[in-house]
């Protein structure tokens, strides 16, 4: 990516079990806007 380019969007996957790097994300700009979820089928 050029300097000069700039992305609008980023997605950063957090723990909730660790709450000091959540206070951290908050405190630079980050805010949760979901929770995600991986559901795997055996099939």
């Not at 969007?9 to 957090?14: G, I, S």
């Not at 909730?16 to 979901?34: E, H, K, L, N, Q």
Request: no cysteine; net charge neutral; charged share 25%.
């Amino acid at each position: 990516m050029a300097p000069a380019e700039r992305r609008r969007e980023v997605v950063l996957f957090t723990d909730p079990a660790y709450p000091t790097s959540d206070a951290v994300y908050r405190t630079i700009g980050f805010r949760p806007v979901g929770d995600h979820a991986l559901v795997m089928f055996a099939g």
